[in-house]
Nanobody, 127 residues
Framework: QVTLVESGGGLVQAGGSLRLSCTAS???????????MGWFRQTPGKEREIVAA????????YYADSVKGRSAILRDNDKATVYLWMNDLEPEDTAVYYC?????????????????WGQGTQVTVSS
């Protein structure tokens, strides 16, 4: 069982930046580096949507069009941590942000591909 704990959410003014962190524990013999890691977000009444995902290397990174160019996902395998930086934040970025881990994924953008989820961290962007 893998436990994911997010941190870094909060209230940010539009145009500001933030960094979310997600630390994994309990990889059950499978090293953190082998997991596909994703960041998703969800607002009330809407489906959970992908923000960014990263395989074991930087060559396998995906960004949603809505955040492309102003976000960056990075993983530190030694710390079993994945980060999400977001710049030029907009009120539309307000959501609960979730970290997720997948042992394998044909489509890293799909929430149902992920095996483990964090509890979520609220990000609120004020206008």
């Amino acid at each position: 069982q893998v436990t994911l704990v997010e941190s870094g959410g909060g209230l940010v003014q539009a145009g500001g930046s933030l960094r979310l962190s997600c630390t994994a524990s309990g990889a059950s013999g499978r090293t953190f580096s082998t997991y596909i890691m994703g960041w998703f977000r969800q607002t009330p009444g809407k489906e959970r949507e992908i923000v960014a995902a990263m395989g074991w290397s930087a060559s396998t990174i995906y960004y949603a069009d809505s955040v492309k160019g102003r976000s960056a996902i990075l993983r530190d395998n030694d710390k079993a941590t994945v980060y999400l930086w977001m710049n030029d934040l907009e009120p539309e970025d307000t959501a609960v942000y979730y970290c997720a881990a997948a042992t394998s994924a044909l489509s890293p953008r799909a929430p149902n591909e992920y095996n483990y989820w964090g509890q979520g961290t609220q990000v609120t962007v004020s206008s």
